[in-house]
């Protein structure tokens, strides 16, 4: 089992900054890709940013240069580090991280319970 407990989030003014963090704790369980998405009212949820146990990023065309996403792998750590951020960035953000269990060698895929991201005009 993951479980994923996230952090951060709030409301902000346009042009502001907010950090989200999400740590995970696994029981026979490896971590692969950490991973950051947000679905604001009306529309479908969508991947803000990802990083592998590799530290490979991506990242939505619309967050480019002024998103950041981390990971500390020793501690299951994610960190999304947003500034600049404008109205449109509003949603609820959800921490995602795709595990492998190493007692059944199959894949899953984890969320964290959504934390709020308010923008201000």
């Known amino acids: 089992q993951v479980q994923l407990v996230e952090s951060g989030g709030g409301l902000v003014q346009a042009g502001g900054s907010l950090r989200l963090s999400c740590a995970a704790s696994?029981?026979?369980?490896?971590?692969?890709?950490m991973g950051w998405y947000r679905q604001a009212p009306g529309k479908q949820r969508e991947l803000v940013a990802s990083?592998?146990?590799?530290?490979?990023?991506e990242y939505a065309d619309s967050v480019k240069g002024r998103f950041t996403i981390s990971r500390d792998n020793a501690k299951n750590t994610v960190v999304l580090q947003m500034n600049n951020l404008k109205p449109e960035d509003a949603a609820v953000y959800y921490c995602?991280?795709?595990?492998?269990?190493?007692?059944?060698?199959?894949?899953?895929?984890?969320w964290g319970q959504g934390t709020q991201v308010t923008v201000s005009s």
């Open positions: 990083i592998t146990n590799g530290g490979s990023t």
């Open positions: 696994a029981i026979n369980f490896k971590i692969d890709t």
């Open positions: 995602n991280a795709k595990a492998l269990s190493i007692t059944t060698w199959a894949n899953y895929n984890y």
